[in-house]
């Protein structure tokens, strides 16, 4: 009897391990793909799936929490991070973007950022907007078969155990000033009334309540279509303050914003408005998708508003970009908050840990993760704490110290792929060695 359920018990445990080999060698096929199904190129080894060779000095990491999201941001505007070119191929897209999730899985990461929408355009068939020139080569250009690569990348992501947020921005339609060869469905063409310049940008107008409805309508058609985790708005909500250059919308609170006392005030609301529609839109649809933003690090600073943070900013989310991130959170609407902290230990307007508290004691209701510029690492004259390779690892030890803190994320995926000068072989040896479980989501 007890012979006999050994080797039972033994036969059950090789056909679940052969189970598992031969879904790990053909998760990248899909049944009904338009393309014949395409296998990643070999794993890269453990040893090299990093580059360059390990930083071994600097402080001991702090232990690899059980739950933490691990994120990058994933670029596509100018085609900073993906695709490397532009292209109409499904499967060479489909191979790089492998690749690159090959990569991240070897990093132990468990959430990507992709931005979808870069320039009022997509990189996903849209009712609402011309298929991305980044991705295509031309604005309007589908691919091949008109294949949709998002959904690709979302199942592929799944299979690698990650999450996929789907990256936003909202109001940006242009960003060089050239408006030549636009599709025919890009909004400077469909609703040139809803367009304002501002420097070399072309925006959607904030304060018109019919881009309220049609950003609405974009994210609504995003939840519907797509098996995505988050959507997720960066801190492009109005457009960073130029010096000596009013934003153009005097005209549009004329005519908008008549209950209100100034035009700051107003501006916030439009904000507002965008925020709480979109949440009431993924409620709708689909309420276990997440709603995230990664604001620009400071709210406000503590001389414009005593519950400020001890910095000195020269822009701030609720006086320049008007966005009140922290009314958002108090209210609810939103599932997790990843500050951009882009500065280094130590910077004396913004000094990395002071903001980092700040922001731990005001997200109450929701996950706090922490946004790092790992674009800066020895790329910066002006602040030379970010040519010490210790840096980096110094903001993950005093994040990972702060029990509020529940992962840490990434700009962007070419940088982490730089590894310069060996900051990622340090995340992956020292601080991702282990798998990580994403940490529960506030609904």
Sequence with gaps: MKITYVVTCLVLLISICSHGQKKSKDRYFIANAQYSPIVTSKPISKGTSVGKSVVTRGPLPRKSPKHELRGVWV???????????????????????????????????????????????AIYPSKYAPYSKWLTGKSGKPLDGNYDLLQFMIYTAHQEGMEFHAW??????????????????????????????????????????????????????????YDVDAIHFDDYFYPYRIANEPFPDKPTFARYGKKFAD??????????????????????????????VSPFAVWRNASDDPRGSDTKAYQRCYDDLYADVLSWIERGWLDYVAPEIY??????????????DWWSSHSEGTNLYVSHAIYKVNRQ????????????????????????????????????????PGVTSVLREKYFNEKAELPPVYK
Aim: hydrophobic fraction near 35%; avoid cysteine.
């Design 75 to 121: 670029s596509t505007v100018q085609r900073v991070d993906f695709p490397s070119h532009a292209s109409t191929s499904p499967d060479e897209l489909r191979r790089e973007w492998l690749d690159l999730l090959q990569y991240y899985q070897e990093l132990n990461l468990n959430a990507v950022i992709v931005q979808i929408r870069p320039t009022g355009d």
């Design 343 to 356: 500065f280094n230990i130590g910077n004396p307007l913004v000094d990395y840990q002071t903001i980092l």
């Design 381 to 420: 004259e002006k602040y030379p704490a970010w040519n010490d390779p210790d840096e980096i690892p110094r903001q993950l030890n005093i994040a990972r110290s702060n029990p509020n803190v529940k992962g840490l994320v990434f700009f962007s995926s070419k940088w982490l792929k730089a590894n310069d």
């Design 263 to 292: 035009i700051n005030a107003w501006r916030r609301a439009n904000t507002d408005s965008l925020m709480w529609n979109v949440k009431k839109i993924i409620a709708k649809h689909k309420p276990r998708v997440q709603l995230g």
């Design 168 to 225: 936003i921005n909202p109001y940006r339609i242009i960003i060089d000033d050239d408006t030549t060869d636009l599709d025919s469905k890009h909004a400077l063409k469909t609703h040139p009334e809803w367009v304002v310049k501002y420097g070399r940008e072309y925006l959607l107008n904030p304060g018109i309540p019919a881009v309220w409805n049609h950003l609405t309508d974009v994210v609504g058609e995003i939840v519907k279509k």
